[in-house]
């Protein structure tokens, strides 16, 4: 069987030795040092984490499997507090929708999908930083820095974004709710020193952790973990700008805005290293 059959479950269940010859042999299928194995909890979960380096970047094993992802409308019961937070915003930017159904179209879907197991970048890298050292390599004086560029760039260094099914996934780590610690936001702006943001989560990633930095993904449409930082700067309000952290959050006007806008290079991605 392939390392990438690997399912949580089935990583979970490993003694802690096995679980390390696991983790040496994706070490040496993906010519990567393994960094260390062990136990990781988040959010009042328990898990174990394996870490990487290959070409200075720490990656972190997201196992893979069969598994759930979305916002499930029908789930979610909104607070008190979310519910007086969106009444707000309501107020002040003329919403129409309910708060069920604006969270619903601001989110994916439910689903589930078959993932592989793959070697997750522990932080995002700006995108221009990333390829710097590749593009010393390559005339590409006249290419336009958009989509194809990163995809191009990442694949001359074996690396790729992810999908948005395998963000997601990695943000959420297993869990089904709103954010990857669960339905309610903490008091505050989700910017600065927040530990649930900033805290690596089960799978040992720091994700989801500042609306400004959402990142790529090979949907040249699709963006995941923020808004450009539109909602915190604007000042729309805990709940709009807590939402655009939730796991499944999707903004359809995000990618124009950073292609039309030329920022592609400053964008951040999150690297893929694929397990054989």
Do not use: K
């Amino acid at each position: 069987m392939s390392h990438a059959d690997l399912t949580l479950t089935a990583w979970l269940d490993l003694s802690d030795e096995a679980a390390s010859r696991t983790a040496a042999a994706i070490a040496r299928s993906t010519d990567a040092r393994l960094a260390g194995t062990g136990p990781h909890a988040y959010a009042g979960r328990t898990g174990r984490v394996a870490f990487f380096d290959r070409d200075g970047i720490r990656f972190a094993l997201v196992p893979g499997g069969t598994v759930r992802l979305g916002h499930d409308a029908d789930r979610f019961v909104p607070s008190a507090r979310q519910l007086a937070d969106f009444t707000e915003a309501v107020a002040e930017y003329d919403l129409t929708r309910p708060l069920n159904h604006f969270v619903a179209e601001a989110t994916s879907p439910p689903r589930h999908v078959f993932l592989p197991a793959r070697l997750v970048a522990v932080r995002s890298e700006e995108t221009d930083a990333l390829l710097a050292s590749d593009e010393a390599g390559h005339d590409d004086s006249h290419a336009e820095y958009d989509h194809a560029w990163l995809m191009a760039g990442l694949e001359r260094c074996g690396l790729r974004p992810p999908t948005p099914d395998e963000w997601e996934y990695a943000c959420a780590a297993g869990a089904t709710s709103l954010f990857r610690w669960g339905d309610e936001y903490p008091e505050g702006e989700p910017y600065g020193e927040v530990p649930l943001i900033q805290e690596p989560n089960l799978f040992g990633l720091v994700i989801g952790d500042d609306p400004y930095r959402a990142e790529f993904t090979t949907d040249p449409a699709v963006l995941c973990g923020g808004d450009g930082g539109s909602a915190l700067c604007g000042g729309y309000g805990d709940f709009l700008t807590w939402l655009t952290l939730a796991t499944a959050y999707r903004d359809p006007d995000l990618a124009e805005a950073v292609y039309d806008g030329g920022l592609t290079g400053e964008t951040p991605v999150r690297p893929i290293l694929q397990i054989p």
